[in-house]
Nanobody
């Protein structure tokens, strides 16, 4: 089992920044793919960013189209923590944000086995 605890959400003005954190514990592995998803009221949960450590081959990251160039995903394996740095925030970024872990590599909800409880991000105009 893997346990994930999200934190760092809050209320921020348009154009501001936030950094989300996800503490990882349990049967963890640096080979897991870690991801961030978000879900706004009345909408489906959508992929935001993912990161996979490929050892000698480096780290691979990918992003949803709506956040490319504004959000950065990173992980600190020594601290067992995943991060999502969010810059230039827009009202449409308002959502509940979830970290997730997967033994495979993908961008769909179905491919992730473990989920955090979520942290709310609200961008006010």
């Amino acid at each position: 089992q893997v346990q994930l605890v999200d934190s760092g959400g809050g209320v921020v003005q348009v154009g501001g920044s936030l950094r989300l954190s996800c503490a990882v514990s349990g049967r963890t592995s640096s080979t897991y793919t870690m991801g961030w998803f978000r879900q706004a009221p009345g909408k489906e949960r959508e992929f935001v960013a993912g990161i996979k450590d490929r050892g000698w081959f480096g780290v691979i990251t990918n992003y949803g189209d709506s956040v490319k160039g504004r959000f950065t995903v990173s992980r600190d394996n020594a601290k067992n923590t995943l991060y999502l740095q969010m810059n230039s925030l827009k009202p449409e970024d308002t959502a509940m944000y979830y970290c997730a872990a997967s033994v495979s590599q993908g961008t769909t909800v179905q491919e992730y086995e473990y989920w955090g409880q979520g942290t709310q991000v609200t961008v006010s105009s």
